[in-house]
């Protein structure tokens, strides 16, 4: 007598990670992401311990018709890692790297966080761009883009992948580079998780200190505008080895003391660096400065204490071509009616390697010299949720008359994913929906800033 299993029973079994349902122990954890505005309740939770896990997850969903969310760090602040009702395929059980000295490579499973890569990788003096608080997932930040301290000098993150093994739609295992799949490997440097689940990515590494200089300089709010004129004279004339920051926000003790800073790494000597930074840190008189020599895996955790696990997050962002007088007075006028603490307004300026690129070479458009700036909505009680969006909204709105059309597709809030994704993707979107509509016709890869197959 033969005994019929059920898709769901065959997929338990082939399946050798934890996989979780409602009600069951660490089901909530596991749903758990970032942000905690963010409340979604997948019918199933499959955490993932390799490749095949992840193969035998995509075909599943997709023979029994269940949505699709993938996790990689889970910090996405539109939250599109975890789903209501479907299959969460959670990497965050897959953080591997191993770091090959001699070629100067890392390979990074596709759960794997910046601390993670940091750690292995600054055993060796080696550094690849990325995110600038260490919590974050490398995957969900390469596959967008990925903007860090290191920009300026090697370019965006995606500028430095050599290739990434992908899981497609049709459960296929893949590697796409230069070489093989080239129409995919173009796609995933910007394109964001439509094309299929990154299980490995392969960067290129780069000398880069173990000391740098870097940190933060604060100055008192009551000389913002001249803070922010100082950092659009500064940030215009920068060697590659540096980029600057600028931001606007509350001083880290909770006395809500609000500040203006410039935040900068140097990627090169100790002396050239000190050369670099000290304008900012003789320019008027600061409340604060830490800047100087540091280790570069502390300065990437250096704002880690700003995003606590579970706070509520609401971003939006987009690019100033220029701080014009007026940008910088409405920025100001902005901040001062900020509701929350834990909020701020950045400016993350884009120079030097990454806007030698041309727009069209990899999938992430955003090359032109300019300022993203990044509204940061943070907050903890949920009945400041309304006031707290609201701000961000207004100041978006307020904003917008200087903004260009290009927005960073990893800072998208969720009421946005969709609606302002090919906004997002700009000249690149038509070519992104080609080769969407080669490898995931049907679109069973949508829970995120979405590519309609075309
Ligand atoms: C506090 C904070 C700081 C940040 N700092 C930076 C920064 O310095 N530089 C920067 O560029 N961005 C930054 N970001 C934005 C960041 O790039 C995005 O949030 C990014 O999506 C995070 O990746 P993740 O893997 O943690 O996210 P997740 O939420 O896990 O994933 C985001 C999306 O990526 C896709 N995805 C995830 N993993 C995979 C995978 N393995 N294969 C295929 N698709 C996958 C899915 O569509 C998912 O919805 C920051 C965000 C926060 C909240």
Redesign the pocket.
């Known amino acids: 007598m033969t005994v019929e299993t059920s898709p769901a029973e065959a997929f338990r079994a082939a399946f050798r990670g934890p996989i979780l349902e409602p009600g069951q122990d660490g089901y909530d954890e596991a749903r758990a ?2 942000n905690g505005l963010i409340d979604r309740r997948p019918a199933m939770i499959a955490r993932c311990l390799g490749t095949a896990d992840i193969v035998a997850a995509v075909n599943f969903a997709r023979e029994s018709g269940l949505e699709i ?9 539109a939250g ?2 975890v789903c209501d009702g479907g299959l969460m395929i959670d ?1 965050s059980t897959m953080r591997s790297v191993l770091v090959d000295p001699e070629r100067r490579t890392a390979r990074v499973q ?1 759960g794997a966080n910046w601390a993670d890569v940091n750690n292995e990788t600054q055993l060796h003096g080696l550094a690849v761009t990325g ?3 260490s919590t ?6 390469t ?6 301290w290191l920009m300026g000098k090697y370019g965006m993150t995606v500028d430095n992948l050599l290739s990434a093994q992908v899981v497609t739609a049709s459960g296929e295992v893949i590697r796409a580079s230069k070489d093989q799949h080239a129409d995919l490997f173009w796609a995933i440097r910007g394109g ?2 439509n094309f ?3 299980s490995e990515f392969e960067f290129q590494l780069h000398p880069v200190g173990p000391i740098v200089v870097g940190g933060l300089v604060a100055y008192p709010f009551e000389a913002a505008r001249d803070v922010l004129r100082f950092y659009r004279d500064f940030s215009a004339n920068l060697p590659d080895e540096t980029t600057a920051f600028a931001g606007l926000l509350h001083a880290p003790d909770g006395s809500g003391v609000k500040l203006a800073a410039i935040l900068a790494c140097h990627a090169g000597t100790i002396e050239e660096g000190e050369a670099t930074v000290r304008p900012i840190k003789e320019f008027g008189t600061p409340a604060m400065d830490a800047m100087g020599p540091i280790p570069y895996s502390a300065l990437n955790s250096m704002l880690d204490d700003g ?1 606590p696990k579970g706070a509520l ?1 609401y971003w939006k962002a987009n690019f100033l071509q220029a701080l014009s007088d007026d940008v910088i007075d409405t920025m100001i006028a902005r901040f001062e009616a900020c509701p929350s603490l834990m909020s701020g307004m950045l400016l993350e300026h884009f120079h030097g390697a990454v806007t030698r690129v041309p727009a069209n070479e990899t999938a992430f458009p955003l090359r032109d010299e300019a300022y993203n700036l990044v509204i940061v909505g943070e907050w903890l009680e949920p009945s400041e949720t309304e006031r707290n969006i609201g701000w961000v909204r207004e100041s978006y709105d307020a904003m917008s008359p200087h903004m260009s059309q290009g927005r960073y597709v ?2 998208l809030p969720d009421d946005e994913a969709t609606s302002a994704a090919a906004q997002a993707f700009g000249v690149n979107y038509q070519r992104l929906q080609a080769i969407k509509k080669q490898y995931d016709p049907d679109n069973i890869f949508h829970y ?1 800033q979405n590519i309609t197959p075309a």
């Not at 974050?136 to 930040?141: E, K, M, S, Y």
């Open positions: 992401i970032q969310a993938v996790r990689g760090g889970g910090h996405n602040v599109r890692s990497l596709g995110g600038q608080v974050t997932g490398v995957a969900g930040l596959l967008g883009g990925g903007l860090g964001g998780g299929g689940v990154v995003f997050n990893n800072y995120n």
